[in-house]
């Protein structure tokens, strides 16, 4: 929830940006209500953790999955860094699994990240696409 709310003033303040003078504001055409028009999902699936020699393994297991919001004001950003979102996970657990490997006798250990909760995320992209830029 506090995320959400540190977005919508970014969202905000990206919207109607510029100083104080009503002369100097730029407003856009956009509603600050769809910033929430995101949908980040955890969604279930069986992952098969395998070494080879070993019998492979099904564990349950999330995978994030959906589409977020993110906006670029030309001028805003400095040294070509964009915002971006995605859809990525916030809580990830770290388990150890046990691999039956040449038979019976001999057991390889392996530590597999378990995502639990998925939600968007913003970050600065650093790479700056030249097809971009006209001349």
């Keep these: 929830m506090q995320k959400?709310?540190?977005?919508?003033?970014?969202?905000?303040?990206?919207?109607?940006?510029?100083?104080?003078?009503?002369?100097?504001r730029v407003i856009l055409p956009l509603n600050p209500k769809e910033v929430t028009k995101s949908a980040c999902k955890t969604l279930p699936f069986n992952q098969t953790v395998s070494q080879k020699g070993c019998i492979p393994l099904s564990i349950?297991?999330?995978?994030?999955?959906?589409?977020?919001?993110?906006?670029?004001?030309?001028?805003?950003?400095?040294?070509?860094?964009?915002?971006?979102?995605?859809?990525?996970?916030?809580?990830v657990e770290t388990v150890t699994v046990s691999l039956q490997c040449h038979g019976k006798t001999?057991?390889?250990?392996?530590?597999?990240?378990?995502?639990?909760k998925c939600e968007c995320e913003a970050r600065q992209e650093w790479r700056m696409d030249e097809r971009l830029l006209r001349k």
């Design 106 to 116: 001999q057991i390889r250990e392996l530590e597999v990240a378990l995502v639990m």
């Design 60 to 91: 349950p297991n999330h995978f994030c999955f959906g589409h977020c919001s993110s906006f670029y004001v030309p001028g805003s950003q400095s040294g070509g860094s964009r915002p971006c979102a995605s859809c990525a996970p916030s809580w």
């Design 4 to 24: 959400m709310k540190a977005r919508m003033q970014v969202w905000k303040r990206a919207i109607q940006r510029g100083s104080g003078d009503p002369q100097d």
